[in-house]
């Protein structure tokens, strides 16, 4: 199964000429994204799984398809690293 993301609560981010302003208000910290990372923020609000992303970027952008997956999970592992999005937790069908 493929992870899903969430922006964290105090993250807030506005797109201005394709490139992203990240404010993480809670930490006081701002982070410039370019298009493509930009992009892959969209996804993640919209609440696609990581493989979902990377097909999407996939489609949008022209690049082996293997190295765009490759560069959206390490780009993910970046933005939960730096507090930017958090993993949302499975929700088991089992008893």
Known sequence: MSPSFKLRSDVRYRVIDDEAVVVRQGEGDVVV????????LELVGEGLASNEIGNQVASEYEAPEATIRADVDSFLGEL????????????????
């Open 80 to 95: 939960e690293e730096l507090n930017v999005i958090e993993r949302i937790q499975a929700v088991s069908d089992a008893p």
């Open 33 to 40: 994204l370019n298009q493509v990372a930009a992009r892959v």
